[in-house]
């Protein structure tokens, strides 16, 4: 077992019952205060854990961690350094955090090393060198088949084959509670046969999750599927905006481009697969057998428990979609190894998103397009207004998080507030 993932290990710090951040998760971000510069962090509780300092007061010196992999604007170095040595960070972490520990005299130098964290900012803990999104949700795919395309061939004949992906734009992936400028773009008017141009009319959530590549390959290399997991550090929150009336014009014949890379929200926190361990379960079963290239052993999907909120300006939120990471067709080791099997070079700090997680029954869609049935439906919210895709003004928040044997393990939030399209078409 992972020292730190011990079900019974208590922090003498506080933990308030529910949170995200018991001594079991120890996740891994940056964060930065009005006096400091950002530096790599990790959280329990309410707090910030300042890693910069705890490396400055000796609590890793056996670990021989450069300064200035935790003085940085990003975890990409620290990722680098294998998971042989973050595991030991997040172990010694779990060790001087533990309420029982009598070595580390941790206790006396919590004034230097702790930060309240609704007092700090968090920032994108990534430098995101290329992003892909995958379409790996048989229910969302299905979907949006039966929406989009003759009901009775709702799959394309490749999807149960491979997993099918895009490249999408790496610059325009954001940090939670970064606010979110409806698009513009081109649209095809019903009934019409000429384009318009104008802001986006079918704004849309998609709930998904990433995971982060934590060591590089070459150019030339493939990453067999029984290694895929060495190659992923951790997981984050994703939602990626859509566009959903500029998507569908544009579409065809090369696919997502305006009507994605407007933006994503990830969430500030890389919860890593070390902490998930204990919550890995079987996926769905793959008919047909997949080619061998992506044949695995063992249990490669997660149970977490993810929810979707809409909050209209100055009101309450409402819950749209209560859906689970488990219900993804391909999981995240055939996405990496079918990514590289042509020999496509990895960087540490690629991001993956998994593509819409949708479950079978209407409250587990993850996406307004699937949930009000393409403009069909309308959904309800707490002030009595009534939502078909998103309204400027509206907040969405994406929350994620695992159970079992009595510990929480969450991922923190995905915030996005969606503010009106830019009246003038050029940048002054």
């Not at 400091?36 to 490396?55: F, H, M, Q, T, W």
């Not at 009319?201 to 895929?228: C, H, R, S, W, Y």
């Not at 070390?274 to 061998?292: C, H, K, N, T, W």
């Not at 994620?400 to 923190?412: L, S």
Request: aromatic share 10%; proline share 6%; with cysteine.
């Amino acid at each position: 077992m992972i020292r730190a993932n011990n079900p019974t290990l208590k922090s003498w710090v506080e933990v308030p019952e529910g949170s995200d951040f018991p001594i079991q998760n120890l996740p891994f971000g940056i964060f930065k205060t009005k006096d400091s510069e950002p530096r790599v962090c990790s959280a329990i509780g309410g707090y910030v854990i300042d890693l910069a300092k705890v490396n400055d007061l000796a609590f890793f010196a056996d670990l021989k961690i450069p300064r200035a992999i935790f003085y940085n604007q990003y975890i990409n170095d620290f990722m680098a350094l294998g998971k042989d040595v973050t595991r030991a960070v997040r172990d010694r972490l779990s060790e001087i955090l533990d309420e029982n520990e009598t070595k580390w005299n941790s206790r006396d130098m919590a004034e230097h090393i702790f930060y309240k964290m609704d007092e700090v900012e968090l920032l994108i803990p990534i430098n995101i060198r290329d992003y892909t999104d995958f379409y790996s949700s048989i229910e969302h795919a299905t979907n949006v088949g039966i929406m989009f395309r003759d009901p009775a061939n709702a799959l394309m004949p490749n999807w149960k084959h491979l997993p099918v992906g895009y490249h999408g734009r790496a610059s325009s992936i954001v940090v939670s509670g970064t606010e979110i400028k409806r698009p513009k773009g081109q649209q095809i008017p019903k009934d019409s046969k000429q384009p318009v141009f104008g802001p986006c009319k079918l704004l849309d959530f998609e709930l998904e999750m990433g995971f982060v590549i934590g060591q590089k390959t070459n150019l030339g290399d493939t990453v067999p599927i029984q290694a895929a997991e060495d190659f992923i550090f951790g997981m984050c929150l994703f939602n990626d905006w859509s566009a959903r009336d500029i998507q569908k014009w544009e579409y065809v014949p090369l696919g997502p481009f305006l009507g994605k890379n407007f933006a994503s929200t990830m969430s500030p926190w890389i919860v890593t697969m070390d902490a998930l361990e204990p919550f890995r379960v079987s996926g769905p079963v793959q008919d047909p057998p997949v080619l061998p290239y992506l044949e695995y052993e063992g249990e490669k999907n997660y149970d977490i428990k993810l929810a979707v909120k809409i909050q209209p300006d100055g009101s309450e939120p409402t819950v749209v979609s209560e859906s689970n990471f488990k219900y993804m067709y391909w999981n995240m080791s055939q996405q990496l190894t079918h990514h590289t099997v042509n020999g496509c070079n990895i960087n540490v700090g690629d991001m993956y998103a998994s593509g819409t997680i949708s479950g079978k029954t209407p409250e587990s869609y993850g996406s307004m397009l699937e949930i009000s049935w393409q403009g069909t439906k309308s959904v309800q919210m707490a002030d009595g207004t009534e939502r078909k895709f998103l309204a400027d003004g509206d907040t969405v928040v994406i929350e994620g998080w695992c159970e079992k044997d009595g510990v929480r393990i969450g991922f923190g939030e995905a915030v996005g507030k969606v503010l009106p399209a830019d009246k003038e078409n050029l940048i002054a």
